[in-house]
């Protein structure tokens, strides 16, 4: 389940609500009851294998072969 992080503007209290995404956009209550929270925009980091910026497992083009590279063209 996601989480989401939130400041609350009464306390200055940073929090996290795990919650579906279909009610991402919902209000959270501080902690401590205050009502008056934003929502902070979130960072995602993609790590380890299949992760962005990873080169991918099919092998680079060699050159040669095919028929252009005169592997069949006897």
């Known amino acids: 389940m996601p989480r989401y992080e939130f400041r ?3 306390c200055g209290d940073t929090f996290e609500v795990n ?3 279909a009610h991402a956009g919902e209000p959270a209550s501080c902690p ?3 009502a008056d929270t934003v ?3 979130s960072t995602v980091a993609v ?3 299949g ?3 990873t080169p991918s497992a099919a092998p680079a083009p ?3 072969g095919g ?3 005169g592997g069949c063209c006897g």
């Open 8 to 10: 609350c503007r009464a």
């Open 32 to 34: 401590q009851g205050h």
């Open 51 to 53: 992760g962005a910026g």
């Open 47 to 49: 790590t380890g294998r």
């Open 67 to 69: 028929c252009c590279g």
């Open 62 to 64: 060699s050159g040669g």
């Open 19 to 21: 919650r579906p995404m």
């Open 39 to 41: 929502k902070l925009l």
